[in-house]
């Protein structure tokens, strides 16, 4: 599929500008150029398609959906993680979705559990790992990531931390039972056009920046290189890994790209994917946001569970991949 844009981009770094095939400049401009084209097309096609399908999950319907399911909490769990996969989420939605779940009347380890699923399963990454690794790795990133917020939320109800959530949230109103017209299927389509651009237009600088530290870790770092400190043998990697992530503010799109060369140098898939997932899930802005309407205690409880399930999925993509 991307062989066109293989070709166009030997050709432009070797033959246009004259870097010579084997320089480690070459093969660093080579990788960003081929990359940059595959990612963003990928990234279009991606989002595109995903923003129409969940255009019939808003959060209204999520919010409903949820707190009409009065049946068994596991299977409340379990739907809020799927859930969190196909509706729209960003760190700076975090407080008012959470909001909006406690006043319809969802249980607080239900909520956690879309919360972590939202953004941890995301669904760019997850097109992106197909694209980039294949269905096995983008499957068992799904499946890792969903028993993540399951178990982390089944975990936290069963906790009964409902007072270390703040007050003011139980007086909120934000009007979950207003039921928003549908939309037509030709605004289906043009509200998710726009949306795709409006949101790569947000993301783009992060994606070139992950794709431009993988080029050079292509051109000036061997395959292999890595392994010694980061591979699957060194019990502390992941553990290292996960707390390098946690800081940092990034995207999984701006990520990915990174993870790959990562790999190819010779970190684990399993230490590379809990970097990402670190990043994604526990990023220092969404935590700062949460802490508005969560108290200390939860909040901690809530770094520390899912943390400790990154860590041990990190541990299991190690012993799974080869």
Known sequence: MFTSVQMFADWLIYNIFGIAKDSKSGSALNFFVF??????ILLLLIIYAITFIRSFFPPEKTRKILAKNKGSAFIGHVLAALLGIVTPFCSCSAVPLFIGFVEAGVPLGVTFSYLIAAPMVNEVALGLLYGLF??????????????IAIVSGMII??????KYVE???????????????????KERLIDSWNFTKDLIKKIWIYVVIGIAIGGAIHGWIPAGALAKYAGKDNPFAV????????????????????????????????????FMMAVTALSVPEMILLRRVLKPKLLAVFITIVGLGIVFTGYLFNFIIA
């Not at 990359?35 to 963003?40: L, N, R, Y």
């Not at 983008?138 to 890792?144: G, H, K, N, P, W």
């Open 239 to 274: 553990f290292v890994a996960a707390a390098i992530g946690i800081p940092l503010y990034s995207n999984a799109a701006g990520v990915i790209p990174l993870v790959s060369e990562l790999t190819r140098a010779g970190v684990a898939m399993g230490t590379a994917l809990s």
């Open 134 to 147: 294949g269905w096995k790795i983008a499957l068992i990133y799904v499946v890792s990531g969903e028993i």
């Open 35 to 40: 990359d940059t084209i595959k990612i963003f």
């Open 157 to 162: 109800g069963k906790l009964k931390l409902e």
């Open 167 to 185: 007050g003011y949230v139980y007086e909120m109103n934000i009007g979950a039972d207003i039921d928003l017209p549908d939309p037509t299927m």
